[in-house]
């Protein structure tokens, strides 16, 4: 198994080779994701447009559905939820299809939506996803981070540290021969020098810091928490996220 890492949607080649890619916006889109599935979602939809997700939605009856939007951090006017996984409740979303856009978190799902398996992780469910992988033994994995408007971000690269770290260590090979790439090997780095103090990272990152000013620090609190959710967002059909 190689594994690579790529910081952002932009930087991941278009020539799509993986055999399982995975998808990480820690702040927040894929913490929203996979907690909208603990708790009982039927799907998670993911859009990079507005206005075609108000489309689509508009066709499924409104006891059936709810539309999360976030630009910039803040909610989008029109939709019941923002992007915070603390709105994800039992009541709320059981058997329910989220319907949802964010900044970048979506637009790195969409990058990698041609791919054979198309996981969502995040720090919360990076366990359920390294089972997976031990399970399945993809030849080539991506993982694929989204950044924030095609800039490296700390959380996305350490949640990536922490999957491939617990990788090698399940595989039983050192990382240098599971690391596909040079980034692979920084963000290990990082997770092994934070792996004690997730939520001080999130605060020094620059989307931590902007959602901190949104007063968002009870989500960083959530997503910085590490293998608390055993759910696995696999993608089941294009865009259409289900827990496998
Ligand atoms: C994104 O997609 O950029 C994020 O999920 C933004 C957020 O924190 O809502």
């Known amino acids: 198994m190689k594994l690579s890492v790529f910081h952002t949607p932009e930087l991941t080649p278009d020539q799509n080779s993986a055999d399982c890619a995975i998808a990480i916006d820690v702040l927040r889109a894929t913490s929203t994701i996979a907690t909208a ?3 009982g979602a039927e799907a998670v939809q993911v859009f990079s447009d507005m206005d075609k997700l108000m489309h689509e939605s508009e066709a499924w009856q409104p006891e059936k559905r709810l539309r999360a939007g976030e630009r910039g951090g803040s909610k989008v006017a029109g939709c019941e939820l923002g992007n915070s996984p603390l709105d994800c409740t039992a ?8 319907f949802i856009s964010t ?3 979506t637009r790195a799902l969409q990058k990698v939506q041609a791919s054979k398996t198309v996981l969502a992780a995040a720090l919360i469910n990076r366990r359920a996803v390294v089972d997976h992988l031990l399970k399945h033994h993809p ?14 971000a700390l959380e996305d690269t350490v949640c990536a540290g922490a999957i ?8 039983g090979v050192p990382l240098e021969e599971l690391a596909g790439n040079d980034e692979a090997i920084g963000a290990v780095a990082l997770y092994q020098q934070w792996q004690d103090n997730l939520l001080g990272l999130l605060h020094h990152a620059s989307h931590g810091k902007r ?13 910085a928490q590490i293998d608390v959710l055993d759910v696995l967002p696999m993608q089941r059909e294009i865009g259409v996220l289900v827990r496998a």
């Open 103 to 105: 900044t970048n978190g």
């Open 91 to 98: 009541e709320l979303m059981h058997d329910r299809r989220l």
């Open 37 to 39: 599935l603990a708790v």
């Open 211 to 223: 959602l901190l000013r949104l007063d968002c620090q009870d989500d960083l609190k959530y997503c």
């Open 164 to 171: 491939a770290h617990s990788l090698a260590k399940g595989l």
């Open 139 to 152: 030849e080539t994995v991506w993982v694929v981070n989204a950044g924030w408007e095609g800039s490296f």
